[in-house]
């Protein structure tokens, strides 16, 4: 296989269009480009210059060769600096964990900036809601999550609210009962299922048997309430983005909610350089 030096040697030559600008700008000599190219095409027993005048210039193979030649320099390069950055102490994955209470422009156009600034970094992105998501945080499956805010935290972990809130309102199939009452009170909720959501730590609280489903993510209820299983408390922009117009906001006092959004990490597996990194971003 070629070395480092020799595709530096080729690649130098054929952009600076000659083995002396090519040796100049490596810092070497001419003769040693000239022997480094002329030992590749050795190598590839292939002719990657035309040498006929009195610049050199690739021939067919030579252009074709030439734009390997940099895909393997730039990999050599991101190789490099990956191991650069792992030797102090940058995390090779970093897992995020989610609710789908959360959905943010900032975060959206934070990602885009992290995969520009790690991109062999591995990244892992975990869908969960409320006690899950602690859980994870917690067992440190996750270094970071976005929850639904928590009146109670435990004392292992840490929190901070991001600037952007979102809102949860109440929802049920237009076919349903409830749909076509211009006004909904707490009794007539009482009168039909709730689409409630649910914890897979931890067991279900099972008040009101029979007039309760539960699911432990919002698509899942959002599904079960465009089925006309009952009434659910759903993400409004969730209901826009993917409800397909399948769905009716009922009118209930107290409803829509603000919902304040908080990021949450471990004291005890704190985020590496990378989810630190991502957490500025989010909390700045």
Not at 68 to 84: D, G, H, K, P, Y
Not at 122 to 142: F, H, K, P, T
Not at 145 to 154: D, G, H, T
Request: glycine residues 4%; contains cysteine; aromatic residues 8%.
């Amino acid at each position: 296989m070629a070395s480092h030096e020799v595709l530096q040697a080729f690649v130098q030559a054929a952009t600076q269009g000659s083995f002396s600008a090519a040796a100049r700008k490596l810092g070497k000599s001419q003769s040693t480009v000239s022997a480094a190219v002329a030992s590749l095409e050795i190598d590839l027993d292939v002719v990657l210059f035309d040498r006929s005048s009195r610049k050199p210039t690739l021939t067919p193979a030579g252009h074709v060769l030439l734009q390997r030649a940099e895909q393997v320099l730039e990999a050599s390069s991101r190789l490099e600096l990956t191991a650069s950055l792992l030797a102090t102490g940058l995390e090779p994955k970093l897992t995020i964990a989610m609710s789908d209470t959360y959905q943010s422009q900032r975060f959206e156009t934070t990602i885009i900036a992290f995969a520009e600034r790690y991109p062999d970094l591995e990244l892992e992105w975990l869908i969960a809601e409320c006690d899950d998501l602690i859980d994870l945080v917690q067992s440190g499956r996750a270094q970071i999550a976005f929850i639904e805010q928590q009146e109670v935290y435990p004392p292992d972990l840490t929190h901070s609210p991001v600037e952007e809130r979102t809102e949860t309102a109440l929802f049920v199939s237009p076919q349903h009962a409830l749909a076509k009452l211009e006004k909904v009170d707490q009794q007539a909720l009482k009168q039909h299922r709730e689409l409630r959501l649910a914890s897979i730590v931890k067991p279900y609280d099972n008040r009101a048997a029979g007039r309760v489903w539960s699911a432990a993510s919002y698509l899942m209820l959002m599904e079960m309430a465009q089925l006309g299983f009952g009434w659910a408390p759903l993400p409004r922009w969730l209901v826009e983005r993917f409800g397909n117009g399948s769905l009716q906001e009922l009118r209930v006092r107290g409803w829509p909610r603000s919902v304040t959004v908080d990021a949450l990490w471990s004291r005890q597996h704190p985020p590496g350089p990378a989810g630190s990194w991502l957490l500025g971003q989010m909390l700045e």
